[in-house]
């Protein structure tokens, strides 16, 4: 009864759920306004997921509707488990689980190889060309976000066991240094893993119809859908525990903090996408292997040796 | 009872959120360049929730604009067989209404509504940002009000 | 791009540029719209120029009633150029949303008076006037009163 209270109500799935929409209407929200635009509502993620619930399935017959419907559902699965891996306060002093960063990591990286595995099966060209676009990003955006999560878990002291709680508590001055240096890469490898503007190669804004997505039609495009906005809610908390002292005060202080860290995070992302044009596969690739990954290697060596000496 | 509650607000959720899908079937782009100025400042239409979308699978609404030619004609139906139910067409511009300018082609069909069913016509040459803008409200309310459209 | 991060940031914090759009349209258009040709019926006198001057045959004569049927015009103003005595006129409106096609048919009536011996309609004798000497006539001669037929008849009696 408690599991499935964690589950399905607040760090779970209605948590999740409505901060991953309440963030994606903000940013709608603030990109409209800073292109001195009305906008829409900031509840229009929850109208759009809640229309694609009623509406017909039109699927291409190569694919059965079971399989159409279960490579979306099963990333939901794994992202739910990846909110229940944060240290939420009021729910992390009775949890069970050890925070692993590593685990939340592959588990973010569920929806994206889904929409691949989509994309692919679908046989679709657009959906074909979005996948190995998204593919091929895959390999890039990860090296940079892998570089951070390991100089964030240097931080923690010796035995490095990528717990989310422990780097959440670093907050020595040199841990606030380093931590600041790897916002930059953070942000960059997020947008990348969202696919936000200056990184929207997979799905274009509507130039290769909707990237892998193509063929997605009714409830598998509402839980497609409900995968991003679960990501979204995840990577804002995220970004919350790593540079906020969300575990240092009080849970109801906490809790604040995390929504202030998230919304900043996503505000941050608006006008990134507003004063940014995409990029080509080429130029994002020259980008992460000339600059990101270099640079987030070199504080990586950095940090290793002020924290070994 | 409570069942109901749910359809009722997913049905008043439709209204708040369309999705349109633009068929070019060879007009000359000046209503193109209207529907692109509808998403513009001005008149903002993603105020309601509109949005263009690259799939037909997405897609609650079919914008039309040009007269049906002999090539155009297979896509036009094709795309309009691949929106799921419940779906609503808007042609707008006077080519897509009667053929305009180039009725009488020798390539050219005829209008939109000899092929599919049209709910909203919107007319002018080429029609204003801010009837398209009132034609798709239009629309959304045809969407979430017509029992026809709902039964599949 | 610092300033366009600046304009970003600022814009934030001005009015919208957006139109107010409360259920209905915008009313107002500027004066300079060309908008869509109006049929002033007292001024027409049915000679049909307009019919074959309009390139998307978007008029219609029938009877005495002038059909103007809206999903053909282009407003190219051809007609309004044509027409000897400016019964097309070109008013800054916009076109509506139609359900059906006959919501855009704007039907008017041609005014034409009638022959005072035969009863014959014919078009008003002071637009012909007017047209032949370039102002308003003051008095109408009895004769132009008639339709073409009996204005011969009235000439030579026979």
Redesign the interface.
Known sequence: MEFLKDLFLYPGFLFGFVLGGLLEGFKRKLKARMQLRKGPPVTQPFYDLSKLLLKNITKPYTISSFTYLLIPFVPTVGLLVGVLLMPYPFYQEKASFSFDLILIFYLTELPLLSQIIFGYFSKSPYGMVGAARAAQMFFYYNGVFIMVITTLCLLEGPPYSFCLKSIAEAWDSLDVLIKILTIPFFVFSVLAKLKLNPFSIPDAEAEILEGPLTEASGVALALFKLNYLLELAIFGSLFAFFYLPVLKTSPQMGLSLILLGAFFLFFMFALVENFTARLRLSQFSALYLKFLIPSATLILVITWVLKTW | MFLDAI?Q???Y??K??L?VFHVNTGSCNGCDIEILALF?????A????IK????P??A?ILLVTGPVTTKSRDPLLRAYD?????KAVVSVG?CS?????F?KSYNVLGPV?NFIPV???????S??P??I???LL?AAQILCEEEELWS? | MVKLIGWLLTNLFKKPLTFEFKGKSLKAVRATYRGYPTHRGERCAACRLCIYVCPSDAIRIEGSLFIINKCKCTACKDCADACPFGAMQFIPRLIGTAISKNEYMEITEIKLVKCENCGEPMPKPELLLGRLLGKPPKTIPPYLRLCPKCRRQFFNPT
Do not use: T
Request: glycine share 12%; charged share 25%.
């Open positions: 359809k607000f997913l049905r959720s439709q708040k959120s999705w513009s400042s001005k008149y903002d993603e105020r309601f929730g263009l979308v690259g799939s699978k997405h609650d691949m929106m799921p139910k419940p006077v209404l009667s053929g305009g300018v009725a509504d709910h909203v016509y919107i007319g002018g040459c029609a204003h801010n009837m803008l009132e034609g239009r599949f």
